[in-house]
């Protein structure tokens, strides 16, 4: 098993990923702000929002799905927030293209900012608890080390 007693709680994972998110977003909001001309930028600023937006959502549905203690209730009620997360995602996308001075390529790039992050900051948690601690291997007895027995 891959560190499955020590992994992260996916709560913790979440608050990283917003948190990740919304450093992207200051940073994208300070280059609109620099360049305010520049279409990609301000796409790109609107998708990644709006992947925040999907982000803490996502979050909030999942504390309260947790907390229902009927399957079939938390299934449906997660099944409407992923309705609501996608009719906002397509409402981005048709307001970007109608807007100019948007470049919706860079929206719909935004728009996968946290996935993206969450997806990396699993991987990188992920190996980080599959590398054992600092010599662990050394201390393992090689067989020709050994003293006495059939290779005294």
């Known amino acids: 098993m891959l560190g499955s007693a020590t992994m992260p709680s996916l709560e913790v994972q979440l608050k990283r990923t917003v948190k990740h998110t919304a450093a992207v977003v200051a940073v994208l ?3 609109v702000a620099l360049d305010y001309h ?3 930028y301000k796409g790109f600023l609107v998708g990644s929002l709006v ?3 999907n982000a803490i959502l996502l979050s909030k549905r999942i504390k309260k799905a947790s907390a229902i203690k009927e399957v079939g209730k938390a299934i449906a009620y997660m099944r409407r927030g992923f309705f609501i997360r996608l009719i906002i995602i397509m409402a981005t996308l048709w ?3 109608r807007i100019p001075g948007i470049s919706v390529h860079a929206a719909a790039v935004g728009l996968f900012v946290a996935p993206v992050l969450s ?3 699993f991987i990188v948690t992920l190996l980080k608890e599959s590398v054992p601690p600092g010599g662990a291997l050394d201390n ?3 067989p020709f ?3 006495g027995g059939e290779n005294a």
């Open 29 to 31: 909001a300070l280059a």
């Open 51 to 53: 992947s925040l937006q």
């Open 38 to 40: 520049n279409h990609l």
């Open 119 to 121: 997806i990396a900051d």
């Open 145 to 147: 080390q050994r003293e």
């Open 140 to 142: 393992k007895v090689k």
């Open 95 to 97: 307001l970007s293209v």
